[in-house]
Nanobody
Framework: QVQLVESGGGLVQAGGSLRLSCAAS????????MGWFRQAPGKEQEVVAAISWNRDTTYYADSAKGRFTISRDNAKNTVYLQMNSLQPEDTAVYYC???????????????????WGQGTQVTVSS
């Protein structure tokens, strides 16, 4: 079992920054990949970024490239999402997710993850 708790969401003006954190407990954090997803009202959940267990590999959605950075601190059992140059279209509930099992599903899709946090709201005002 893995428990994930996100924090760091809030209200920010366009052009501002936020750093989301996701604290994990349970299974050995350094053994599995992590991802960040988001879901805006009326829209499908979408991947934002993902990172391998050893930080060697990262993935970013086109919407996140150049603005967001995913990182992890395995000593602190925490994954981060630094978000810069935020825009109103970034408004969503952001979820972290853990990929603890071997699966054929891609890290870019929700079925590639088996544990989810409760989400944290990010609101960007124009």
């Amino acid at each position: 079992q893995v428990q994930l708790v996100e924090s760091g969401g809030g209200l920010v003006q366009a052009g501002g920054s936020l750093r989301l954190s996701c604290a994990a407990s349970g299974r050995t954090f350094s053994s599995y990949a992590m991802g960040w997803f988001r879901q805006a009202p009326g829209k499908e959940q979408e991947v934002v970024a993902a990172i391998s267990w050893n930080r060697d590999t990262t993935y970013y959605a086109d919407s996140a490239k150049g603005r967001f950075t995913i990182s992890r601190d395995n000593a602190k059992n925490t994954v981060y999402l630094q978000m810069n140059s935020l825009q109103p279209e970034d408004t969503a509930v952001y979820y972290c997710a853990a990929r603890t099992r071997s699966t054929a599903y891609s890290v870019t899709g929700k079925f590639g993850y088996d544990y989810w946090g409760q989400g944290t709201q990010v609101t960007v005002s124009s």
